[in-house]
Every structure is written in structure tokens, then in C-alpha cells.
């Protein structure tokens, strides 16, 4: 997984790349300093297979 920082001061935010994190989505959204606004890009294939569960 890469994660890169988007530096804008306060409105700082990171993005996550990677392959297989849809079981990571659970870890980021709940960790204390999480913003609670997540999004996550996909593809049509992906979104067949976990679309529901997303």
C-alpha cells in the first residue's frame, strides 16, 4: 500500500493506493483521528464483487 499526504494545513488529508485494502477500510474508519469522509475509487468489476458491502 502507498499512502501520499495532501498537505493543506488544516484540511491536510492522506490518500491510500493499493491493491486488496477493502479489508483495511474497517481499520481506517475506525481509528480516533479518522474525519469520518472516506471515498473510494473503483471499477465496475470491484463493484460487482463488494458494491453492497461498500
Known sequence: M???KVELGENSYEIFI???LFEEVAKFATAPNFSKKIL???DENI???HGETL
Request: cysteine-free.
Open 18 to 20: 493499493g491493491e486488496n
Open 40 to 42: 473510494i475509487v473503483t
Open 47 to 49: 463493484f460487482n464483487i
Open 2 to 4: 502507498e499512502k501520499i
